[in-house]
C-alpha cells in the first residue's frame, strides 16, 4: 500500500508541474484572444480527452512534458480548393456554422455546392455555385470544419498567434517559466511551515532519524526523545558531546536517560564500531529544535531558498557543458526513481523536492534551445528590434530540428536510466 501511494504522489507531482507551467501560457494566450486548440498533458497517443468550450483538454502517454497548442503556430486547418464540392450548414443567424469535406451524401439538412471562393481567415465567407446559382454565405467566426469524425474549429486571423502583439505573444510565452517560478516560490513556503525554523540557543538534544540494526534502535530509542544524561553527565543542548561520550565507549555499556513527552527512560547501550569509521556509533543523527515561522520569515525563507537553488542549477549547467558525461543526466525514468525514493521519506523532503523541479522546468524553459519557450522568446525579440518578423517557415524549422535533437536526447538518457536500473 505505501508503494502505491508513493507512485500516486510521484505522479501528482508531476502531473502538477506540468499542468501549472502550461496553464501559464493557456490563461494569458486565451486573455489575448487567441485560440488555444489543445490543451496537452504529455506527449504521444491520447489516453483521454474533453472539450471544454473551444480546448480539448488531452492527457498523453508519454509523460516528457505538455503543450498548448495555439491556432496559428502550425500550418491551419486544410484549405478548400476552388471547385471543390463541400457541404454546409447554416446557424439560426444564417451564418454558416458546419462546413463538411467528406460524405456530403450522407450529411441532412445541409446546402451542398461548388465552393468558388474562401475566405476562413479575414472576411470569413464563403462563395458556392449550388445547381448553378451562385451565392455567398458568412461564415461564423467559430464554424466547424468537419472531415470524416475530425472536427477543427477555424482560426479568424485576430485569433490567430502571430495577428497579436510583440508583447502580447511574448506574455503568453514567458506565463509558463513564471508559474513555475511563483509555484516554487509557494512550494518552498510550504515546506518551511512544515519543518519550521531552527530554534536559536536550544537547551536540550532530541533524536531525529534512527538507524535499522543499531544499538540505538536495539536499545528503544525513538525518534523525539530529549536526551537528558549519559553516564550521570547532563547534555542539554551539546550534541558534539554526546557524540564524544559514544566515541570513546565503543564496547562499553553506557547510561542513557531519556524524556519521552512525560516520561523518563532509563536505557542502556553498547556502542560499537562501524566499518571505516572510527570510535564507537549507536545509529541516532539529531532533530534540531524548531519553531513555526512567521509570515515574514516564510517569505524570506522562501525568497532566499528560491536564490540559493538557482545558483545551484546554473553551478550544475556549467559543470555540465565543462565536462559532459551522459551519465550526469538523468531522464524521466531517473527523475520518478529519485522521486519515487524522496517520496518515501515524507511529504516534507516530496515538497522541497517538488519545489526544486519547479524551479528547474522553468529556468530551463528559458534557455535560448529551439523548441524552448526561451528560443521562441529570441525569435520575438529579432522580431521587435527588425520590426517585422522572421519567416515562419525558417522559425518552424528551427523548432522542429531542436525538438527532435531533444527528444533524440531524451530516448538516449532514457536508454541510459533503464540500464542503470537492470545493472543496479
Do not use: C
Not at 500516486?8 to 486573455?31: P, S
Amino acid at each position: 500500500m505505501e508503494m502505491v501511494q508513493v507512485v500516486l504522489l510521484t505522479v501528482l507531482m508531476f502531473f502538477v508541474l506540468v499542468t501549472v507551467h502550461e496553464w501559464g501560457h493557456y490563461y494569458f494566450a486565451k486573455r489575448a484572444g487567441i485560440l488555444v486548440r489543445e490543451f496537452a498533458i504529455g506527449f504521444g497517443p491520447k489516453l483521454f480527452s474533453y472539450k471544454r468550450n473551444e480546448t480539448q483538454f488531452t492527457l498523453r502517454l508519454l509523460p516528457f512534458g505538455g503543450y498548448a497548442r495555439m491556432a496559428g503556430e502550425d500550418p491551419e486547418i486544410i484549405e478548400i480548393g476552388s471547385g471543390q464540392t463541400i457541404a454546409v450548414r447554416l446557424g439560426q443567424d444564417n451564418k454558416v456554422k458546419n462546413i463538411y469535406l467528406d460524405t456530403l451524401d450522407t450529411r441532412k439538412n445541409v446546402i451542398r455546392g461548388e465552393a468558388l471562393h474562401t475566405d476562413l481567415e479575414n472576411d470569413l465567407q464563403i462563395r458556392l455555385d449550388v445547381d448553378g446559382e451562385v451565392t455567398t454565405y458568412d461564415v461564423h467566426p467559430q464554424a466547424m470544419m468537419i472531415k470524416g469524425t475530425q472536427q477543427t474549429q477555424i482560426a479568424p486571423k485576430d485569433r490567430q498567434f502571430g495577428s497579436k502583439t510583440v508583447g502580447q505573444r511574448a506574455l503568453a510565452i514567458v506565463a509558463g517559466p513564471v508559474m513555475n517560478f511563483l509555484l516554487a516560490f509557494v512550494l518552498f513556503a510550504i515546506h518551511l511551515q512544515m519543518v519550521g525554523i531552527p530554534v536559536e540557543n536550544p537547551t536540550y538534544v532530541k533524536i531525529g532519524d534512527v538507524s535499522e540494526g543499531m544499538p540505538a534502535q536495539e536499545a528503544g530509542l525513538q525518534k523525539g526523545d530529549i536526551i537528558v544524561s549519559i553516564n550521570g553527565e547532563k547534555i542539554g543542548a551539546d550534541y558534539q558531546k554526546m557524540i564524544d561520550l559514544t566515541s570513546e565507549s565503543k564496547g562499553k555499556e553506557m547510561k542513557w536517560m531519556l524524556q519521552r513527552g512525560d516520561e523518563t527512560l532509563n536505557v542502556t547501550l553498547v556502542p560499537r564500531s562501524m566499518e571505516g569509521q572510527e570510535g564507537g556509533k549507536i545509529g541516532i543523527t539529531p532533530e534540531l529544535p524548531t519553531r513555526k515561522a512567521g509570515v515574514g520569515e516564510t517569505l524570506t525563507g522562501s525568497g532566499k531558498a528560491m536564490v540559493d537553488t538557482t545558483e545551484a542549477i546554473f553551478l550544475g549547467f556549467k559543470q555540465l557543458i565543462n565536462k559532459f558525461n551522459m551519465d550526469d543526466i538523468g531522464g524521466p525514468v531517473r527523475t520518478f526513481e529519485v522521486t519515487g525514493q524522496i517520496a518515501q521519506q515524507g511529504i516534507q523532503y516530496l515538497t522541497y523536492w517538488a519545489a526544486i523541479l519547479s524551479l528547474y522546468l522553468g529556468i530551463f524553459n528559458l534557455l535560448p534551445i529551439p523548441a524552448l519557450d526561451g528560443s521562441r522568446l529570441a525569435f520575438l525579440g529579432v522580431e521587435a528590434l527588425r520590426g517585422k518578423p522572421v519567416d515562419p517557415s525558417r522559425e518552424g524549422m528551427v523548432h522542429f530540428v531542436g525538438f527532435a535533437l531533444l527528444f533524440l536526447l531524451m530516448i538516449a538518457v532514457t536508454y541510459n536510466d533503464i540500464l542503470r536500473l537492470i545493472s543496479g
